[in-house]
């Protein structure tokens, strides 16, 4: 399986952007989530969906200004961001993982990363 996440750019705060991941081969894994690295810091965990059922999850520092969905048919996930602000610039990476429910919200349980997506907030 790959990975491509792609749509990132520059965008004023406030702004809105949308990114994408698409998947190439056949997807196995039980959620597909968002993951971002700004520089000098730790990849955290943005947002995830049960690819079967489409439950989602969000970090607290995004809820209610991004939302996270997906096209079965297409193999694409996509991450609506509004509301974005300075401290949202990353890289932005989407990885799938098996784990349970509760192990979304750790970025050490996905794998196969794909190429991340920049996206850089001005304020």
């Known amino acids: 399986v790959q990975l491509q996440a792609s749509g990132g750019g520059l965008v004023q705060a406030g702004g809105s952007l949308r990114i994408s991941c698409s998947v190439s081969?056949?997807?196995?894994?039980?959620?597909m989530g968002w993951l971002r690295q700004a520089p000098g810091k730790e990849r955290e965990f943005v947002s995830a969906?049960?690819?079967?059922?489409?439950?989602?999850y969000y970090a607290d520092s995004v809820k209610g200004r991004f939302t996270i969905s997906k096209d079965n048919a297409r193999q694409m996930v996509y991450l609506q961001m509004n509301g974005l602000k300075p401290e949202d610039t990353a890289v932005y990476f989407c990885?799938?993982?098996?784990?349970?429910?509760?192990?979304?919200?750790?970025?050490?349980?996905?794998?196969?990363w794909g190429q991340g997506t920049l996206v850089t907030v001005s304020s």
């Open positions: 990885a799938p993982t098996n784990g349970i429910t509760s192990s979304v919200y750790n970025p050490s349980m996905y794998r196969n």
């Open positions: 081969g056949r997807f196995s894994g039980t959620f």
């Open positions: 969906i049960r690819w079967h059922g489409g439950a989602t």
